[in-house]
């Protein structure tokens, strides 16, 4: 059974940085795609980085380019995401999610998702 389990979130003041970890389990991951996506209470859930598990290939919001990484540890099954230069925007419950397609920003191509951690940016 696919597991994803996120964690690193927290409150962290405008212009700092964070780096949450998503802990893979369960399969191989060669060849499906691992993404963020992050969500505010009573709106959707948007998408913000996508990274393919083969080559490392990428891609991101428009809102987070340039502020944010994305990365993968294949030995570890780890996926992250350097958050820099925070905004109170960013503010969300930040996903980690699974999809054999790439690229794909849509929520309803996730097959997986872990239970999310909260990042809080005060101004």
């Known amino acids: 059974q696919v597991q994803l389990v996120e964690s690193g979130g927290g409150l962290v003041q405008a212009g700092g940085s964070l780096r949450l970890s998503c802990a893979a389990s369960?399969?191989?991951?060669?060849?499906?795609?691992m993404s963020w996506f992050r969500q505010n209470t009573g709106k959707e859930r948007d998408f913000v980085a996508t990274?393919?598990?083969?080559?490392?290939?990428?891609r991101y919001a428009d809102s987070v380019k340039g502020r944010f990484t994305i990365s993968r540890d294949t030995a570890k099954n780890m996926v992250y995401l350097q958050m820099n230069s925070l905004k109170p925007e960013d503010t969300a419950v930040y996903y980690c999610?699974?999809?054999?397609?790439?690229?794909?920003?849509?929520?309803?191509?996730?097959?997986?998702w872990g239970r999310g951690t909260q990042v809080t940016v005060s101004s």
């Open positions: 999610a699974v999809t054999n397609s790439f690229p794909t920003t849509l929520p309803y191509n996730y097959d997986i």
């Open positions: 369960g399969r191989t991951f060669s060849g499906l795609s």
């Open positions: 990274i393919h598990w083969s080559d490392g290939s990428t």
